[in-house]
């Protein structure tokens, strides 16, 4: 999506460790009308699967997710974050490690919000190794759902996550797909290349 690409080049920074902030536009500071075009586009490229809910993770990813659903006119699941204890019957739950974070959490979802009978479109903001994907599909895999894919608004191709799922068959659709970036340069992909 050419406008995402255009503000990463151009508000995006570099930080140590491969980490690229989008503060001012994705996650402090949220631009409403380019979230709502990514919902859109998103909303766009799985118009034909017959979604019937979209499945995310706290936190940044909720709003991505509500634009996306709000276009597919179905509801978003939040997925909840929680250390390991207290986990119920209640609940679908999967194990997530975050390699950006160095820590692992459980994520969780009640059971009754998700049935055997839905279509589920996985929507988050960072796609890097694909931990958080994973666990959202073992999520929807435990309810007996239908997993049509994944959607990303910005994937670091770099990490192999996202390539990783496409080479077991999972659709994943990502706006900005970055190739490689450093502390002065960034490359799409689609190689377009400029200097942030
Ligand atoms: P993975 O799921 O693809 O394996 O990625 P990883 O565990 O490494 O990512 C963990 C967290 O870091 C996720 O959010 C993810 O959205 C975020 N993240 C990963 N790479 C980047 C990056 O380059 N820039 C930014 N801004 N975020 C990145 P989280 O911290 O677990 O939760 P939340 O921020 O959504 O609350």
């Not at 496409?166 to 490359?187: K, Q, Y």
Request: proline fraction near 3%.
């Amino acid at each position: 999506m050419k406008e995402l690409e255009e503000r990463i080049l151009k508000e995006g920074k570099v930080l140590p460790g491969g980490i690229l902030q989008v503060g001012a536009f994705l996650n402090q500071q949220l631009d409403t009308g380019l979230i709502m075009r990514m919902g859109r586009e998103i909303a766009r490229l799985y118009k034909d699967a017959a979604v019937t809910k979209v499945l995310t993770i706290e936190a940044s990813g909720i709003a991505i997710a509500f634009a996306a659903a709000a276009y597919l006119n179905v509801p978003v699941l939040l997925v909840r974050k929680k250390l390991a204890a207290n986990i119920s019957d209640e609940v679908y739950h999967a194990s997530i490690h975050s390699f950006t974070h160095g820590n692992d959490f459980t994520a969780t979802l009640p059971k009754p919000y998700l049935k055997s009978t839905d279509r589920v479109l996985i929507v988050d903001d960072f796609l890097a190794n694909g931990a958080a994907l994973r666990g959202l599909m073992e999520i929807v895999r435990q309810s007996g759902a239908e997993p049509v894919g994944c959607a990303a608004a910005i994937e670091k191709g770099f990490q192999g996550g996202g390539d990783a799922l496409r080479a077991e068959g999972i659709r994943v659709e990502s706006l900005a797909l970055i190739e490689s970036m450093s502390d002065d340069a960034l490359t799409f992909r689609r190689n377009i290349t400029d200097v942030i």
